[in-house]
C-alpha cells in the first residue's frame, strides 16, 4: 500500500536556501539542522512505515523564536510540521519533503509548581512522566499515563490528546489540562484558560486537544496535578473465555465501580508475556481482566472484596487480589511488557487503536478473527476493556513477500469492523497519515468539511501540517473562508489523495 | 420573557431545522434557539427575528447503563433525563446547574440542549469535570444549514476534531444542537457534608484548600459568609464527601483531624441535608433571592477572596456573595446600576487571570455591556473566524455571545 502524501512544491524547495538564511538569523546555528545526515533521525516518528526527509530542522529555545518562524513560514508560504518527542503511533509528526520540521525538544522546562491550585505550567516538550516525577514527593500527579511516558512529552499528549490506561476513572489529557499559549501560524500568540476552570468563550483548550499539530504550535501547557491515592490494589482475574472476561468487565461497572484500571488480554498476549518475563499470569485462561481500585484504605478493601464477589458470580477461573505494592506492580508487569512481549513472538507487529461499545466485544473478537484468517495472519488482543478501547496487534514478517500489504489491509478492515459495530477508529494514537484515508467510514464528507472549515479558521493558508487528518486537501477558498487577494491563489496545485 | 412576541418555528426533526436555517441564511434573518426558555435572559441582550423552539425535538434516544452512556434529542428536559438515571442509581456527574430560578424563571424547565450550549456544570464540577468533559458526541444543524456530527458513543475517541468541547459553552452561536450523547456515571452510595465554621472568610478559603490537598476525595467545596445559606450566623466552609458509605465516614473523620485547630468547630451534614445543600449551591440559591445583579467570576483558586476584596475596596456595594470550586467559582450579588461595575470587577479578575460573565442584569445593562469577559485582539479575531466557519452569516443567535458576532 502506499501513502500519498502532498507532492513537494517546486516553489518550495527552490527557496530552501533562502528559508535557511533568514531562518539562521532567527535561531543559533545548534539550533539549525541543515545537513541530510542528521535531519535523516527526524524522517518519523513511532509510526515507522513510511518516512520523509524534511526540508530543514529548526529546534526553538522560546517563544519568540516559534513565533518568528511561524511568520517566516507565512511570508514565505512554507509548511510547518510540529514535533514533540516523536512518539506518535499514527505518523502525526511525520515529516514533509517541503516543509519546516518544528522541534520542541529545548521547550523542556516545569516553568511552575503551584501545589495550591493544584496545577503545573510547564513547557511542551517536557516529559509526561517527569511532571509526576517532579510532585510525587508532595503526593501530588498528573493522571493521563501512555504507556510511551517515560518518552513522550506534554506538548505531543495535547496534540493528539493521550490517554492512558486509568482514563476510565481519570480521564484523557483533555479532562486534565486547564490552561494552553498557542502560536498560531503567521505568529500570532494566544493564551486559552490558565489556573481557572472553564474559561467561557468557545473552548479552543478542547478544540486545540487532539488537533494533531494542524491547527497551531503549543508552546505552553497548564496541567491539573491530583493528589495520589493513598492506597492502591490489583485483581487478576482469568476466564474460560474472552466473552466471560467482557461480561465480567461489564458487570463490575453495572454495579457501579469504575476503577482506576480495567484492562484485558487475550490467551496469545497472556502467552507471549510469560516467554518474555514471567509474572504469574494463568497460562490455562482465555482472558485475563487486570482491575485496580484506587482510594483510602477502607474504601479499596471493600471494593475488592465486592469485585471479587463480582468475578465468582461471571465464573472466573482465577482470582488473585494483590496483598502488597509489589504484587500489585507484578499483575501490571506483563501488561506493561505486552507489546514487547509479542515483538518476540513475530517478526513484526501493527498496533490497531479502535473502539467500540464495550457490549459488542464478541463479535469483534469473532469479526477479527475471521478478518486475520482472510489475510492468513493471527492478532494478539491487549484492550482497554473499560472504556472499549481495543489494541490488536498484527503479527506479520515484513520480510516475506506482501507480508506488509495483507498486515496494513487486515488493520484497515479491523476498524472498519470497529465501526460497523458503533465504535470509532482511534481512540488514543490519532489519526495522523495511518488513518486518514479511512476518515471516509466514520464522517460524511460534510462532517469532514464542516472540520477542515475549522482547521481554515485557524490556518487559512494550510500550511501547518497539511497531508494528515484530512484524506483531501482543500483551498479554504472552496470553503468561502479565505479571502483571495487579487484573484491569486497561493497554492495552485493542491492535491486530493 | 420579554420575547414573547417572536415569531417561533418548531423544529421537530433535524430536516426541520435544516429547513428553518437555510431560510434564516436565505433572508439574512437572525435566529434564537429557545428550549424550555430557562436561560432566554442570559448572555448579551440582542434580540433576533425569530425563535427556533426545540422542546418537540425531544427524547431520550438510546440509554445503556452498563455502557455509561445515553443519548438524548436536544429539547429533551434534563428532569426527564436525570429521573430516568436517578431509577437506575445513576446521574450526570457533573450536575448541571438549573438558571431558571435565578434568572427568574421557574426550576425544571432546562432541557439537555441548553445544558450543554451553556456548558452549565455545578459544584462537583472541581472534581468530576464540567458539561464539556461529560459530551461523547453530537449531531447537529450548523449556522450554514448543513447536518454534521461529531464524536460518538464511547468513552474513548481521538477521531478527528473535538467539536463536542467546542459547542459546550457556545450558547447556540454556532449550530443547533439536535441529538446529545452523554458519558453517565454511577451515584455514590451516599454522600455527607462536613461544615467547619467559625473560621473568617479568607481562613475558611485557606482551609478549603487545605483539604483539596488530602488524599480526602471532596467532590465540592465552598465557602458561605454568614448568613448566605443554612441559617449560620458566622463563616464556614462545606466539604463534601461521596463514595461508599465505609469510605466517607473514614474521610470525614480523617478530615476533621487534618483540618481541626484555628478555632474552628464542625458539623456534619447527613446525607439528605447534604444533597439539599449543594443543590442549592448548583443553583446559586444564596443569592438569586438578593435583587441585585449577578456576576459569576472564574479564577484561580488561591485569588478568589482577593478578587472579592478588590470589588469591595473599589466601592462597589456588595449585596451577597459565596464561593464554589474551593474558591475559584465566586457568585456575586451587586446592587443595580446602569453598567453592573463590569470595569471594575474585570479589572480585578484581570489582576490574576480568570473571567467574569454577567449572569443577571436588565436587558439595557446586558444591552451596554460585555456580558462575556472581552477578550484579546487574537483571540477575538480568531473566535470569530471559528464562529464563522459553522455560521458565515450570522444567522444563530446573533450579538448573543459577542456584539461582533
Redo the contacts between chains.
Keep these: 500500500m502506499t501513502l500519498l502524501m502532498p507532492t513537494p512544491e517546486p516553489a518550495i524547495m527552490s527557496q530552501r536556501g533562502e528559508l535557511i538564511a533568514r531562518l539562521g538569523a532567527i535561531l543559533p546555528s545548534e539550533s539549525l539542522i541543515v545537513d541530510e545526515v542528521s535531519r535523516r533521525a527526524y524522517e518519523c516518528d513511532a509510526f515507522t512505515m513510511y518516512r520523509a526527509l524534511p526540508l530543514v530542522v529548526a529546534l526553538p529555545g522560546n517563544v519568540e523564536q516559534v513565533r518568528a518562524i511561524m511568520a517566516l513560514a507565512a511570508e514565505m508560504n512554507v509548511k510547518v510540521v510540529p514535533r514533540g518527542a516523536g512518539t506518535s503511533l499514527s505518523g502525526g509528526s511525520m515529516p514533509l519533503e517541503d516543509g519546516i520540521l518544528l522541534g520542541m525538544s529545548k521547550f523542556n522546562r516545569i516553568l511552575e509548581i503551584?501545589?495550591?491550585?493544584?496545577?503545573a505550567r510547564v513547557q511542551p516538550g517536557v516529559q509526561n512522566l517527569a511532571i509526576s516525577k517532579a510532585v510525587e514527593a508532595q503526593?501530588f500527579y498528573y493522571a493521563p499515563d501512555p504507556s510511551s511516558q517515560i518518552a513522550c512529552s506534554i506538548g505531543g499528549n495535547v496534540a493528539?490528546?493521550a490517554?492512558g490506561v486509568h482514563?476510565?476513572k481519570y480521564?484523557?489529557t483533555?479532562?486534565n489540562i486547564l490552561g494552553l499559549e498557542v502560536v498560531?501560524m503567521g505568529g500570532?500568540?494566544?493564551?486559552?484558560g490558565?489556573?481557572?476552570?472553564?474559561?467561557?468563550?468557545?473552548?479552543?483548550?478542547?478544540?486545540m486537544?487532539?488537533?494533531e499539530g494542524l491547527l497551531g504550535v503549543v508552546t505552553e501547557v497548564v496541567v491539573r496535578l491530583l493528589?495520589?491515592?493513598?492506597v492502591a490494589r490489583g485483581l487478576l482475574l482469568g476466564f474460560a473465555s474472552v466473552t466471560a472476561g467482557a461480561r465480567c468487565v461489564?458487570a463490575i461497572?453495572?454495579r457501579?465501580?469504575?476503577p482506576a484500571g480495567l484492562e484485558m488480554m487475550d490467551r496469545a498476549t497472556i502467552h507471549a508475556v510469560e516467554r518474555f518475563q514471567p509474572c504469574g499470569y494463568p497460562l490455562d485462561a482465555e482472558a485475563l481482566v487486570i482491575v485496580e481500585l484506587d482510594?483510602?484504605?477502607?474504601?479499596v478493601d471493600?471494593?475488592v472484596s465486592v469485585v471479587q464477589d463480582i468475578a465468582r458470580e461471571e465464573g472466573a477461573t482465577t482470582i488473585r487480589a494483590s496483598t502488597s505494592e509489589a504484587e500489585r506492580l507484578q499483575f501490571w508487569a506483563g501488561r506493561k511488557n505486552a507489546f514487547p512481549a509479542v515483538s518476540c513472538i513475530a517478526p513484526d507487529y501493527l498496533c490497531m487503536d479502535g473502539?467500540?461499545?464495550?457490549?459488542r466485544l464478541p463479535e469483534a473478537l469473532a469479526g477479527m478473527e475471521r478478518l486475520a484468517k482472510e489475510q492468513g495472519l493471527s492478532v494478539a488482543n491487549v484492550f482497554?476493556a473499560?472504556?472499549?478501547?481495543l489494541h490488536p496487534l498484527i503479527l506479520y514478517d515484513a520480510s516475506k513477500e506482501g507480508d506488509v500489504e495483507r498486515a496494513e489491509k487486515l488493520g484497515f478492515d479491523i476498524l472498519r469492523l470497529c465501526v460497523s459495530l458503533?465504535?470509532?477508529?482511534?481512540?488514543?494514537?490519532?489519526?495522523g497519515v495511518e488513518?486518514r484515508d479511512l476518515?471516509g467510514e466514520?464522517?460524511?464528507d460534510?462532517?469532514?468539511?464542516?472540520?477542515m472549515?475549522?482547521k481554515?479558521?485557524?490556518d487559512p493558508a494550510g500550511r501547518l501540517n497539511p497531508g494528515k487528518?484530512f484524506p483531501t486537501l482543500h483551498r479554504c477558498a472552496e470553503?468561502?473562508?479565505m479571502h483571495v487577494a487579487g484573484g491569486k491563489m497561493p497554492f495552485p496545485d493542491l492535491p486530493r489523495f | 420573557m420579554m420575547q414573547a412576541a417572536l415569531a417561533t418555528l418548531e423544529i421537530r426533526d433535524e430536516s426541520d431545522a435544516v429547513d428553518a436555517i437555510c431560510a434564516a441564511n436565505a433572508k439574512g434573518v437572525s435566529c434564537a434557539i429557545v428550549g424550555g426558555g430557562s436561560k432566554s435572559q442570559l448572555g448579551r441582550c440582542a434580540p433576533q427575528t425569530q425563535a427556533l423552539s426545540t422542546p418537540a425535538l425531544a427524547g431520550v434516544t438510546l440509554y445503556e447503563p452498563n455502557e455509561l452512556v445515553l443519548s438524548a434529542r436536544a429539547g429533551t428536559r434534563l428532569s426527564e433525563i436525570e429521573a430516568l438515571l436517578e431509577n437506575n442509581g445513576q446521574q450526570l456527574a457533573f450536575e448541571p446547574m438549573d438558571y431558571g430560578p435565578l434568572l427568574g424563571a421557574e426550576a425544571g424547565y432546562a432541557t439537555i440542549g441548553g445544558v450543554i450550549a451553556a456548558n452549565a456544570s455545578g459544584p462537583r464540577r472541581i472534581k468530576a469535570g464540567a458539561a464539556r468533559d461529560h459530551l461523547l458526541g453530537f449531531r447537529c444543524v450548523t449556522g450554514r444549514g448543513e447536518q454534521v456530527k461529531s464524536g460518538g458513543r464511547v468513552m474513548k475517541n481521538v477521531t478527528g476534531y473535538d467539536l463536542s468541547k467546542l459547542v459546550c459553552g457556545s450558547y447556540g452561536t454556532l449550530a443547533l444542537l439536535t441529538e446529545l450523547t452523554l458519558k453517565v456515571l454511577p451515584k455514590s452510595e451516599t454522600e455527607c457534608t462536613l461544615l467547619a465554621i467559625g473560621a473568617d472568610e479568607a481562613e475558611s478559603l485557606a482551609l478549603l484548600r487545605r483539604a483539596t490537598a488530602t488524599p480526602c476525595e471532596p467532590s465540592s467545596l465552598a465557602m458561605l459568609p454568614a448568613g448566605v445559606a443554612l441559617a449560620l450566623d458566622a463563616d464556614a466552609a462545606a466539604i463534601r464527601l461521596e463514595g461508599p458509605t465505609i469510605s466517607v465516614t473514614a474521610r470525614r473523620d480523617d478530615l476533621v483531624a487534618r483540618l481541626s485547630g484555628g478555632g474552628v468547630r464542625f458539623e456534619t451534614l447527613d446525607e439528605r441535608d447534604s444533597t439539599t445543600l449543594w443543590r442549592g449551591l448548583r443553583d446559586a440559591a444564596p443569592i438569586a433571592a438578593q435583587v441585585g445583579q449577578v456576576w459569576r467570576i472564574s479564577v484561580a483558586p488561591t485569588e478568589g477572596f482577593a478578587v472579592v476584596e478588590r470589588i469591595r475596596r473599589a466601592g462597589v456595594p456588595l449585596l451577597a456573595h459565596f464561593y464554589d470550586w474551593a474558591g475559584g467559582l465566586i457568585w456575586l450579588c451587586v446592587e443595580t446600576t446602569s453598567d453592573a461595575y463590569a470595569a471594575v470587577v474585570r479589572a480585578a479578575v484581570d489582576v490574576s487571570g480568570g473571567h467574569a460573565t454577567l449572569i443577571r442584569a436588565s436587558q439595557e445593562t446586558r444591552t451596554i455591556v460585555d456580558v462575556f469577559h472581552p477578550q484579546p485582539a487574537a483571540l477575538a479575531a480568531l473566535t470569530r473566524r471559528v464562529k464563522e466557519s459553522f455560521d458565515p452569516a450570522h444567522i444563530l443567535e446573533r450579538g448573543r455571545m459577542r456584539a461582533e458576532f
Design positions: 503551584d501545589y495550591e491550585n493544584r496545577c503526593g493528539e490528546n490517554g482514563c476510565l480521564g484523557l483533555t479532562n498560531l500570532d500568540l494566544i493564551r486559552l490558565g489556573k481557572h476552570l472553564d474559561s467561557e468563550g468557545y473552548d479552543l483548550i478542547g478544540l486537544t487532539g488537533s493528589q495520589k491515592p493513598p461489564g461497572i453495572a457501579g465501580v469504575i482510594g483510602t484504605p477502607a474504601e471493600h471494593l473502539t467500540i461499545p464495550r457490549a482497554h473499560g472504556d472499549g478501547n458503533g465504535g470509532v477508529l482511534t481512540g488514543e494514537h490519532g489519526v488513518k476518515m466514520m464522517f460524511s460534510v462532517d469532514l468539511e464542516q472540520q472549515r475549522l481554515c479558521a485557524f487528518v470553503f468561502g473562508m
